[in-house]
């Protein structure tokens, strides 16, 4: 069975500033897909990011980008230049390629003005 | 607009009385699934389903049914709800792409059940 774990319930940043959330995973399959989504208060699920496992290069989508490191089943999230509307819950989550998905238990990101 | 349209957004009821909570995605993506969302916990997959008629148990799916009988449509039924039910629930979609896309979600249902 496949695992994701979020180290830190909570994190938070100053506005303009940038902030790492962590995530690792453990799974026996080589082919399989990585996310990471954002809840605000509003608590619509949003995809922030995603990383095909068999992609060495990092995703990158505007100010948000990852560092995945498969050897080490790892996967965080970078935003820069934060916002105060990046202020969310962020989940980690991984696909299998038959739609089973695992998500991990997620980090309150507050962003300080 | 494309969505995954969950109803009701909203729902109380009592202890062992049948329901349905509906599902339904305008975007004509091959997989669907239903989870629950509880504080602490993230979100759990309850079923998920690769296509019409093939349907598979995700981490928590005691106490749950599913059937997909159309592609668009993916019902969550709670034969007998009970109080450990009660939670945020989100269905979800996504082409059959080898789960490269993610999952596109409605907006949940928070169902109290009392």
């Known amino acids: 069975a496949q695992t994701v774990t979020q180290s830190q319930p909570e994190m938070s940043v100053q506005e303009a500033e940038t902030v790492t959330l962590s995530c690792t995973y453990d799974?026996?399959?080589?082919?399989?897909?990585l996310f990471w989504y954002k809840q605000p208060p509003s608590r619509q699920m949003i995809l922030v990011i995603r990383?095909?496992?068999?992609?060495?290069q990092n995703a990158t989508e505007n100010r948000f980008s990852v560092n995945f490191q498969k050897a080490a089943k790892s996967f965080s999230l970078k935003i820069s230049d934060s916002q105060l509307g990046d202020a969310a819950m962020y989940f980690c989550a991984y696909n299998t390629n038959a739609g089973k998905s695992t998500f991990g238990d997620g980090t309150t990101l507050t962003v300080k003005p | 607009e494309a969505q995954v349209t969950q109803n009701p957004r909203y729902l109380i009821t009592v202890t062992g009385k049948k329901l349905t909570v509906t599902c339904s995605q305008n975007m004509n993506h091959e997989y669907m699934s239903w989870y629950r969302q509880d504080p602490g916990l993230g979100l759990r997959q309850i079923y998920y389903s690769m296509n019409v008629e093939v349907t598979d148990k995700g981490d928590v799916p005691e106490g749950y049914k599913v059937s997909r009988k159309e592609k668009r449509n993916f019902p969550l039924i709670l034969e007998s709800p009970s109080p450990n039910q009660t939670s945020l629930y989100f269905c979800?979609?996504?082409?059959?792409?080898?789960?490269?896309?993610?999952?596109?979600f409605g907006s949940g249902t928070r169902l109290t059940v009392v």
């Open positions: 979800a979609s996504s082409f059959r792409d080898r789960g490269r896309s993610g999952y596109t």
């Open positions: 799974t026996s399959e080589s082919d399989y897909y």
């Open positions: 990383q095909e496992a068999y992609k060495q």
